[in-house]
């Protein structure tokens, strides 16, 4: 983004210094969602000092890891102008394949595994060609996916493990080799900190290089922000949605795999559609636009540990567990005023 206005038959117009200073801000989607991590962790930090401890860090940072992992991949697909809802129980379901395969067929847990991430990505691929090829918006066609597959998990889980609950996976060959992956903790002082923190910062930076960095960051900001013209341009725009709903689905099957190692098991509920939206809500945190377009990964990287600080912070002041729901819903509004503006400021601001 240049300084400078062009002008014909005239030297550059220099922009004043709140404009260049705007034009820069709007080039980073992840700052206001940085200012409202600041002021969380002042707020808190002073009701609930335990919230600054290495155990307190511990436990926010746990919380964060299995929500940026999805909130990063689902931020992909909102800056190409597509949703996913139905990341959330593909999680669930994806462990639940992993567990019967194991507990019920007697697999070993690679295999498990594998074949848990090949139907994780069928989900995704039936996804993203009902998008690309009907026409119909990803939000009804996810959730349509999101019910399909809480059903069906419910109901495998009964039929097949007689409960709502596979365990007993951990004498299953290649576990501990597993565990070591998805479920190994380092012990630093009274915090334990968990290996799906490094999953996390490992899907953050992929991503990151991969928006900034490759020709399908390229095509991802393209569909987003301008879907048509894209198309005009020779812009693999069907082949970039196809892609992006797969990775949401190994996203999903990546917080799956990391939560039925940890718990050895999986307890199949019926997640409602709050945990659908949780991903969605911290990538517009982050500073993505519904609209598509904009957004970033380290945004909704910063928008899932300002949730986690919320989330843990609430907990540890002693408030009562509504006013996190109350809370949340004062941070998406304020997200959603902020982009609207961007929106607006996008347009006025010179590009060269």
Same mark, same amino acid.
């Given at each position: 983004?240049?300084?400078?206005?062009?002008?014909? #038959?005239?030297?550059?117009?220099?922009?004043?210094?709140?404009?260049?200073?705007?034009?820069?801000?709007?080039?980073?989607?992840?700052?206001?969602?940085?200012?409202?991590?600041?002021?969380?962790?002042?707020?808190?930090?002073?009701?609930?000092?335990?919230?600054?401890?290495?155990?307190?860090? &511990?436990?926010?940072?746990?919380?964060?890891?299995?929500?940026?992992?999805?909130?990063?991949? *689902? &931020?992909?697909?909102?800056?190409?102008?597509? @949703?996913?809802?139905?990341?959330?129980?593909?999680?669930?379901?994806?462990?639940?394949?992993?567990?019967?395969?194991? $507990?019920?067929?007697?697999?070993?847990?690679?295999?498990?595994?594998?074949?848990?991430?090949?139907?994780?990505?069928?989900? #995704?691929?039936?996804?993203?060609?009902?998008? *690309?090829?009907?026409?119909?918006?990803?939000?009804?066609?996810?959730?349509?996916?999101?019910?399909?597959?809480?059903?069906?998990?419910?109901?495998?889980?009964?039929?097949?493990?007689?409960?709502?609950?596979?365990?007993?996976?951990? $004498?299953?060959?290649?576990?501990?080799?597993?565990?070591?992956?998805?479920?190994?903790?380092?012990?630093?002082?009274?915090?334990?900190?968990?290996?799906?923190?490094?999953?996390?910062?490992?899907?953050?930076?992929?991503?990151?290089?991969?928006?900034?960095?490759?020709?399908?960051?390229?095509?991802?900001?393209?569909?987003?922000?301008?879907?048509?013209?894209?198309?005009?341009? #020779?812009?693999?725009?069907?082949?970039?949605?196809?892609?992006?709903?797969?990775?949401?689905?190994?996203?999903?099957?990546?917080?799956?795999?990391?939560?039925?190692?940890?718990?050895?098991?999986?307890?199949?509920?019926?997640?409602?559609?709050?945990?659908?939206?949780? @991903?969605?809500?911290?990538?517009?945190?982050?500073?993505?636009?519904?609209?598509?377009?904009?957004?970033?990964?380290?945004?909704?990287?910063? #928008?899932?540990?300002?949730?986690?600080?919320?989330?843990?912070?609430?907990?540890?002041?002693?408030?009562?567990?509504?006013?996190?729901?109350?809370?949340?819903?004062?941070?998406?509004?304020?997200?959603?005023?902020?982009?609207?503006?961007?929106?607006?400021?996008?347009?006025?601001?010179?590009?060269?």
């Amino acid at each position: 983004m240049s300084d400078r206005l062009p002008t014909l #038959g005239a030297s550059p117009v220099e922009l004043p210094r709140p404009r260049r200073l705007l034009g820069r801000a709007l080039g980073r989607p992840s700052l206001p969602a940085l200012v409202g991590l600041a002021v969380v962790v002042v707020v808190f930090g002073a009701q609930a000092p335990g919230l600054l401890t290495s155990g307190g860090l &511990a436990s926010v940072l746990d919380s964060a890891a299995l929500l940026g992992i999805g909130g990063v991949a *689902v &931020a992909l697909l909102l800056i190409a102008g597509q @949703f996913d809802l139905s990341i959330g129980v593909l999680a669930i379901a994806s462990s639940l394949v992993t567990a019967l395969l194991i $507990e019920e067929a007697g697999w070993g847990t690679w295999p498990a595994l594998l074949v848990s991430l090949a139907a994780a990505l069928l989900v #995704g691929l039936v996804n993203g060609f009902l998008v *690309v090829n009907t026409g119909l918006p990803s939000f009804l066609v996810t959730l349509a996916t999101f019910l399909v597959l809480q059903g069906t998990s419910q109901a495998s889980a009964q039929a097949l493990a007689g409960s709502a609950r596979v365990s007993g996976l951990d $004498e299953a060959p290649g576990w501990a080799s597993a565990h070591a992956v998805f479920g190994s903790t380092v012990q630093l002082w009274d915090g334990r900190f968990r290996v799906s923190l490094l999953w996390w910062l490992a899907v953050t930076a992929v991503g990151t290089w991969t928006l900034w960095r490759t020709r399908f960051g390229n095509a991802v900001f393209a569909s987003g922000g301008a879907r048509r013209a894209a198309r005009q341009l #020779g812009v693999p725009v069907r082949r970039t949605t196809l892609t992006l709903f797969c990775l949401t689905a190994a996203a999903g099957w990546l917080i799956g795999t990391l939560g039925v190692v940890r718990l050895d098991g999986v307890q199949v509920g019926a997640p409602g559609l709050g945990s659908a939206v949780d @991903f969605i809500v911290v990538a517009v945190i982050g500073g993505c636009l519904l609209t598509g377009g904009y957004g970033s990964a380290v945004g909704a990287a910063i #928008g899932a540990l300002l949730y986690a600080v919320a989330r843990q912070g609430i907990a540890l002041a002693g408030w009562a567990p509504p006013w996190f729901q109350a809370f949340l819903g004062v941070l998406l509004l304020v997200a959603l005023l902020a982009n609207a503006v961007v929106r607006y400021r996008l347009k006025a601001v010179p590009r060269s």
